[in-house]
């Protein structure tokens, strides 16, 4: 019985010893291959733009490489980049106000300072707004001074957002009584019941709006009229949006309503720095949404603009992008001496905001 005992011990070390080395060889292989076991994205909410999109994305790109993709939803962006700056993820999905606070060092992360953020994609243009309920007896800007409206600790993309908004319409948000909510899924609630007048930015299209809109409330947007020049040019210092002329969103029918004049903004997916998302990784990413578009883009609303057009025109951009897509446009022939230029002037940018 004993020799038994000792054989099946010396079995069972045998067979650990192999799955380890079996474990190692795994892990030098991914080494090599430059992409990780799992990639992990981390989002806004469930019940955002973004959530919903990065969702499909994910599966886009474990159809495409086998690797399998985890959503990290974070309630701020300081708990999003918090994430990705310790490496816990690898991505951001999110829209382009996301990363402005960060790249630039202000609000939330001003004792951060400016952070190094690259895009590895950049999408469709989030049609975005300030709404109230449907059945409020707010319908233009003028009716906004004294009312209340949300404000999200820790999340200067949404907040930012807002503040844009409202200075296209010459207010500020000293005019209105903020609202705190602990994150972005919980503003759109908090309209459908009425704990707050006011909320925005948010997407026109996230499920979280189409659920108000669907509510007995119902659902208006205020539009933020567009040949007002001199207000969008003071508001593009809150913010990177522009000018949006949205047909079709949540309490937008296209066949009943007429288009509202609402603003817009880049979706794009980031990621910190360079040393923690490998060259492979990033160009992976790009090559499945390139190549994949079709297999996916009706899955959701904000897919079909991620193009390759759309992310090739750096006209809005404040951030670089990451190497490994680099070095696919250039092996598809779509990375020009003009987009080289942009990308050397937004990085010596950004370079000094990191020196300063």
Not at 117 to 128: D, E, H, K, P, R
Not at 213 to 222: H, Q
Not at 261 to 287: M, P
Request: with cysteine; net charge negative.
């Amino acid at each position: 019985m004993r020799k038994m005992l000792l054989l099946f011990a010396a079995l069972a070390l045998v067979m650990s010893l192999g799955l380890g080395v079996a474990g190692c060889a795994d892990e030098e292989q991914d080494q090599e291959d430059g992409l990780p076991s799992m990639v992990v994205i981390a989002t806004t909410g469930l019940g955002s733009s973004a959530h919903g999109w990065s969702s499909v994305l994910g599966d886009a790109f474990t159809a495409e490489t086998g690797v399998k993709v985890r959503l990290l939803p974070q309630s701020t962006d300081i708990a999003r980049y918090t994430v990705l700056k310790d490496g816990d993820a690898d991505l951001i999905c999110a829209s382009g106000v996301n990363g402005w606070a960060p790249t630039m060092g202000i609000l939330e992360f001003e004792e951060w300072g400016p952070q190094p953020i690259y895009i590895v994609w950049q999408g469709s243009v989030l049609a975005t707004g300030l709404a109230v309920r449907g059945d409020s007896d707010i319908y233009t800007g003028a009716d906004l001074p004294g009312r209340t409206i949300s404000n999200v600790p820790g999340m200067p993309s949404i907040n930012l957002g807002r503040d844009h908004h409202l200075r296209t319409l010459g207010l500020t948000a000293d005019d209105m009584v903020l609202v705190d909510f602990p994150s972005y899924p919980s503003v759109m609630e908090g309209l459908k019941l009425g704990t707050v007048e006011v909320i925005g930015a948010v997407s026109c299209t996230s499920s979280g709006m189409y659920d108000v809109a669907s509510a007995p409330c119902g659902l208006r947007w205020i539009e933020m009229p567009h040949d007002n020049e001199e207000a969008w040019t003071a508001a593009s210092k809150i913010a990177p949006y522009v000018p949006n002329v949205v047909t079709k969103a949540a309490g937008i029918d296209p066949e009943t309503d007429e288009p509202k004049e609402l603003a817009g903004i880049l979706n794009n997916t980031y990621c910190y720095g360079t040393e923690l998302v490998s060259e492979e990784l990033a160009y992976q990413w790009a090559k499945t949404i390139h190549t994949r578009l079709e297999d996916y883009q009706d899955r959701h609303p904000s897919l079909p603009g991620f193009t390759l057009e759309q992310a090739l025109s750096f006209k809005y951009s404040p951030y670089p992008y990451h190497p490994g897509t680099i070095k696919y446009f250039k092996e598809i022939g779509a990375w020009t001496d003009q987009h080289q230029e942009w990308q050397d002037r937004i990085l010596t940018e950004m370079e000094e905001r990191l020196a300063s």
